[in-house]
């Protein structure tokens, strides 16, 4: 029997491996990802708001829009997929929805930040938080939710308390512990500044700590995070801001030279591990499926028509 994604991710958290999960802003992205050996992904909130809007993480993309981009990440990958899933987009009742959508989507896990609602991006300045209470209700409604659809569904917490106007780690700590007893899975302390700091918050903190190294937060290696006891660490936008410079420079030097620093980039692009664009695209899936469900006289197309032949 295959095993739900919910069910999979569940089991690499507590394998007692920090689970390295980098991140994804839509599936072509995502394919990237699991083609590279990740054996789970991450949707950002970031990532997903510039690539699908244009526009910063400062609470513009709606729940349709989120959900919509996980279920395209969570259907081109066979791989588990947790999502962003910002602050549960409004209150209590609100979060319900949301867990029933991201778990309709095939997410395999969520976090949810307690964030006053526009949110905005946790290593940018700004930020302020709801009372710990309202956030208490809503991580316990979103744990009744998971558990009356999939118990495995995995809910993760997150404050922004720490770099939050008025916050402090103290804070942060306090407010995560509450929010495991509420029903989450795991604890996410966001833009903790030190090495010290993370030490403290996997002291400190009464359940599983999931971990963003990215901004503020220092970088860590693999054994590092082993010997801390972190079960999740995410990089969100490496993806992302590769990309972007990756296109950029394309882009000059087409805007320079015209059509032949296209011709110039293909040529280098063919002896790539992902140069066959067609094959990674799934045009070969597609000719199996064509010949298996719409028989051979399908396939005499191929014989006399010019471009790619998938396999």
Same mark, same amino acid.
């Given at each position: 029997?295959?095993?739900?994604? +919910?069910?999979?991710?569940?089991?690499?958290?507590?394998?007692?491996?920090?689970?390295?999960?980098?991140?994804?802003?839509?599936?072509?992205?995502?394919?990237?990802?699991?083609?590279?050996?990740?054996?789970?992904? @991450?949707? +950002?909130?970031?990532?997903?708001?510039?690539?699908?809007?244009?526009?910063? $993480?400062?609470?513009?993309?709606?729940?349709?829009?989120?959900?919509?981009?996980?279920?395209?990440?969570?259907?081109?990958?066979?791989?588990?997929?947790?999502? =962003?899933?910002? +602050?549960?987009?409004?209150?209590?009742?609100?979060?319900?929805?949301?867990?029933?959508?991201?778990?309709?989507?095939?997410?395999?896990?969520?976090?949810?930040? $307690?964030?006053?609602?526009?949110?905005?991006?946790?290593?940018?300045?700004?930020?302020?938080?709801?009372?710990?209470?309202?956030?208490?209700?809503?991580?316990?409604? #979103? #744990?009744?939710?998971? =558990?009356?659809?999939?118990? $495995?569904?995995?809910?993760?917490?997150?404050?922004?308390?720490?770099?939050?106007?008025?916050? *402090?780690?103290?804070?942060?700590?306090?407010?995560?512990?509450? @929010?495991?007893?509420?029903?989450?899975?795991?604890?996410?302390?966001?833009?903790?500044? *030190?090495?010290?700091?993370?030490?403290?918050?996997?002291?400190?903190?009464?359940?599983?700590?999931?971990?963003?190294?990215?901004?503020?937060?220092?970088?860590?290696?693999?054994?590092?995070?082993?010997?801390?006891?972190?079960?999740?660490?995410?990089?969100?936008?490496?993806?992302?801001?590769?990309?972007?410079?990756?296109?950029?420079?394309?882009?000059?030097?087409?805007?320079?030279?015209?059509?032949?620093?296209?011709?110039?980039?293909?040529?280098?692009?063919?002896?790539?591990?992902?140069? =066959?664009?067609?094959?990674?695209?799934?045009?070969?899936?597609?000719?199996?499926?064509?010949?298996?469900?719409?028989?051979?006289?399908?396939?005499?197309? @191929? #014989? $006399?028509?010019?471009?790619?032949?998938?396999?």
């Amino acid at each position: 029997m295959i095993k739900r994604p +919910t069910t999979r991710l569940r089991e690499l958290i507590s394998s007692g491996k920090t689970l390295y999960v980098p991140g994804c802003y839509n599936a072509m992205s995502a394919k990237v990802l699991a083609n590279a050996g990740f054996g789970a992904i @991450y949707m +950002t909130g970031y990532g997903s708001s510039l690539a699908v809007t244009g526009l910063p $993480d400062v609470g513009l993309m709606t729940m349709s829009e989120m959900v919509t981009n996980a279920r395209y990440i969570a259907a081109a990958v066979s791989v588990p997929l947790i999502a =962003d899933a910002d +602050t549960g987009f409004g209150n209590a009742i609100n979060v319900i929805r949301t867990v029933r959508e991201y778990i309709s989507a095939g997410v395999a896990g969520m976090h949810m930040e $307690d964030q006053v609602s526009p949110k905005r991006c946790g290593h940018v300045a700004g930020r302020q938080v709801i009372p710990m209470d309202e956030a208490v209700g809503k991580i316990d409604a #979103a #744990a009744d939710a998971r =558990d009356a659809i999939d118990p $495995d569904f995995v809910l993760i917490a997150r404050t922004d308390a720490r770099g939050a106007s008025g916050g *402090s780690l103290d804070d942060a700590i306090v407010r995560v512990n509450a @929010y495991l007893e509420a029903g989450a899975d795991l604890a996410f302390i966001e833009g903790p500044t *030190s090495l010290d700091e993370v030490k403290r918050i996997c002291q400190e903190v009464r359940g599983p700590v999931f971990y963003n190294m990215t901004g503020v937060s220092p970088r860590m290696t693999m054994a590092e995070m082993q010997e801390l006891g972190i079960a999740v660490c995410i990089s969100p936008n490496a993806m992302l801001r590769s990309a972007l410079a990756a296109m950029h420079d394309l882009a000059a030097q087409m805007f320079a030279e015209g059509p032949v620093a296209e011709t110039r980039f293909m040529e280098g692009f063919r002896q790539h591990p992902l140069g =066959d664009l067609h094959t990674f695209a799934g045009f070969d899936q597609i000719r199996a499926w064509e010949r298996e469900y719409l028989g051979e006289d399908a396939m005499k197309k @191929y #014989a $006399d028509s010019i471009g790619h032949l998938p396999q």
